[in-house]
């Protein structure tokens, strides 16, 4: 009889028809096996994502999803019901993208991402949600070995007694131990871990303590002597970020489950850039974010399938920033031979966030699944909190600004708890036969811009909430015994959006450095607004004589405005994205094949003349992603076997990215050290062939 799985430990019996299950509306599932054997991702979670409908990468070189458009600070990780603002290595401040996942793939049960339509009961985020689930621990003492391009481990789980279990793991890089260069010019080095302590106290309660703590470091240093080098700075860049939540799960009678989750996450972020012809510090980034959340979730669900939740969320963030352009930056969107934006800030504050929410789901003779809920959320910041802003002579007072209202509107009212949103939604699934399922979405949402933009220039102090809208219309229909096919059709409307303030082409839309960039901190303001809409169709095969295959295509168009009102694309405008994923499983061999094919990536002008003058790169801010590269290309095949040795499980991996060798093309870059003819812009490609391999051993 199927389940309504609530956690890893506790389930509520259903009534459900097995072939009667209506879909969730913009949801993907999958499980950690599935990434550990398809081929292009070093079997890293965020780089699976972009396998996915609507989801592209930032570049080959980072594992930042981007999610129908939006950026990538608008996405949520969730491992066993704890938040965590971000599972990845290298990771810029206000991003969650990095290199590479702290979390071992190993550890991973099962996931489901979704792209629109989410749970009221997380915390507020615009693109997506990925919800994970780590493995059951198995009451046997087991042990794990491996070792593998993206560095060497080891799993323990051993049973404590008493329905007492344990699980750690470790992991550390070796790729700096083998080059120092990954075609960064330089190579990181991180260490992780993760543990998980479970504890079933009795048939109604169950307990979970889990811990995610990673460092990391990265020196990039380019050769001072090479005319073809585009990047002429020293970057120093060394962090380290821990997660540690406590869940306590009880069981209140058969059909109502009650669940309090506090957590605590911290992160620092220690950058330092400077330029290697002058030696000027061009930029200091010493970033420490720290979130203390409880939140208790109350779900009662009926033999039929309908459930209802509620349940509030509290959350304290502490900041503490000392962040610096000391001389200014020569920038690339203007022609002035003057460094800009010069500033020093050392902002420190805490701020108190809550939440209520509450989310029906309404089972209708088995076919139809009806999912209303609305989330009440307040953002204890305000602009008085930033030394040096405008309103800090009125810190005591701020803001309220609801779900629908225009951004920088007129105060509704002074009071002293900061910015608030009414976000509802609203999802209809049909099962009109047992092969047709027809679905339907209606959400808004809205979150603050992150901390790292907000507190830095004093002016960004007044940067307001982002809002988003997004409708979503789909099907799925079951061709045969082995096809499943189907489409969703989306829109999102966001405005309060971040762009220049003096800079009326720009949004920050179009300004997402990387670790191998400059950096460069503007003023901001919350005038900017955006529309992503698109089509995306998927096709699914079952197994058959061992051959799995899925196929999805996007067509899609992400547009931004700056301060002028004008929709130009954004960084993320992938009009057209086709992923094909096989699988053939030979004995104990499987083999696993993906490819990648997109419209180019969008790039802003240059002012060739301008350029040449001053030896940089000037933007041309009337071209403002005018331009296009050529189309994107790329196949990547990995290889899987499991071999016995002494009764036990040697499992090898091997994969090459890119087979074709493909130089894709990233953006327009500067050669500062070349002089004569044919100097100046360049075109920059993204990874070229890399291998990638390893092998795991439980015993």
């Known amino acids: 009889e199927p389940v309504l799985r609530t956690a890893a430990s506790v389930s509520v019996q259903t009534k459900d028809r097995p072939d009667l299950q209506p879909e969730t509306v913009s949801a993907h599932s999958f499980t950690g096996q599935n990434v550990l054997e398809s081929a292009g991702t070093f079997q890293d979670l965020p780089r699976y994502l972009q396998t996915l409908p609507g989801v592209v990468g930032g570049s080959d070189n980072q594992n930042a999803a981007v999610v129908r458009g939006g950026n990538s600070t608008e996405n949520l990780f969730v491992i066993d019901k704890i938040e965590v ?13 990095g290199l590479g996942s702290m979390l071992d793939t190993n550890n991973i049960a099962s996931v489901n991402f979704y792209t629109a339509a989410f749970s009221s009961a997380v915390q507020s985020h615009l693109s997506s949600v990925t919800d994970i689930r780590t493995i059951e621990l198995p009451k046997q003492n087991t042990y794990s070995v491996d070792m593998g391009y993206s560095g060497g481990g080891f799993r323990i789980s051993r049973s404590l007694g008493l329905d007492k279990t344990l699980l750690v793991s470790g992991r550390e890089s070796v790729t700096n131990l083998l080059t120092s260069d990954i075609g960064l010019n330089g190579s990181p080095e991180f260490t992780n871990s993760f543990a998980k302590y479970a504890w079933d106290a009795s048939s109604r309660d169950h307990f979970w303590v889990d811990t995610l703590f990673g460092r990391d470091g990265l020196k990039i240093k380019p050769s001072a002597t090479d005319t073809w080098e585009t990047f002429a700075f020293n970057t120093s860049y060394t962090g380290w970020r821990d997660t ?48 203390s959340a409880l939140r208790y979730e109350h779900m009662n669900v009926t033999s039929s399938g309908s459930s209802t939740t509620m349940g509030f969320d509290m959350r304290q963030n502490r900041v503490s920033y000392d962040i610096a352009q000391p001389n200014g930056v020569f920038s690339s969107y203007t022609t002035s031979a003057v460094p800009q934006d010069a500033f020093a800030a050392k902002p420190q504050f805490h701020t108190f966030d809550k939440a209520a929410f509450f989310e029906s789901t309404l089972k209708l003779k088995e076919r139809v699944m009806l999912t209303t809920g609305v989330r009440l959320q307040t953002w204890g910041f305000h ?15 701020s803001t309220t ?6 951004p920088n509107s007129p105060p509704q009212k002074s009071v ?19 092969r047709i399922n027809l679905k339907a979405s209606y959400g808004q949402y809205a979150d603050l811009p992150p901390y790292a933009n907000i507190a830095t220039v004093p002016t960004n102090a007044n940067l307001g909430l982002i809002h988003s809208a997004q409708v979503v219309a789909g099907a799925t229909v079951r061709i045969g015994s082995l096809f499943d096919v189907s489409a969703e059709a989306y829109r999102k409307t966001y405005k309060g959006y971040p762009v220049a303030a003096n800079l009326p082409t720009v949004s920050s839309a179009n300004i997402m450095p990387t670790i191998n960039e400059p950096f460069s901190v503007m003023p901001l303001v919350s005038e900017g607004r955006g529309k992503v809409q698109g089509l995306e169709i998927t ?20 547009l931004f405005s700056g301060t002028d009102g004008v929709y130009r694309p954004g960084n993320y405008d992938f009009p057209f994205v086709w992923n094909t994923l096989a699988g053939v499983q030979l004995k104990k061999l499987n083999l696993s094949i993906r490819n990648t094919m997109s419209s180019g990536r969008a790039y802003t002008g240059i002012l060739e003349d301008e350029s040449l003058q001053q030896n940089r790169i000037i933007y041309d801010l009337t071209k403002v992603n005018a331009y296009r590269g050529p189309m994107y290309e790329r196949m990547d095949v990995a ?41 100046g812009k360049i075109d920059e490609h993204q990874m070229g062939l890399v291998p990638d391999f390893g092998a795991s051993y439980t015993f």
Request: aromatic fraction near 8%; charged fraction near 10%; hydrophobic fraction near 35%.
């Open 401 to 406: 600004v609801a779900a629908n209202s225009t």
């Open 639 to 679: 290889v899987n076997r499991d071999v016995m040795v002494r009764g036990k499980a040697l499992n090898i991996h091997a994969g090459i990215l890119n087979v074709f060798k493909r130089q894709n093309f990233y953006t327009q870059a500067w050669r500062p050290r070349c002089e004569g003819p044919g100097c």
């Open 539 to 558: 096709v699914k095969q079952a197994p058959w004589h061992h051959v799995t295959t899925s196929s999805n295509l996007t067509f899609s168009r992400a």
């Open 383 to 397: 602009p008085g909190l930033i030394p040096g802003s405008a309103a800090t002579a009125t810190a005591s007072t």
């Open 244 to 291: 540690t939540g406590m869940v306590w799960q009880h069981t209140y009678k058969d059909n109502a489950v009650g669940t309090w989750t506090l957590s605590n996450s911290q992160q620092q972020q220690n950058l330092n850039q400077v330029d290697q012809i002058s030696n000027l510090m061009l930029f200091k980034q010493n970033n420490n974010d720290a979130s």
């Open 416 to 434: 002293p708890t900061g910015y608030q949103a009414y976000m509802p939604h609203s999802t209809l699934s049909v099962l009109l036969t047992k």
């Open 85 to 97: 603002p971000n599972i990845n290595h290298i990771a810029l401040a206000g991003s969650t993208g």
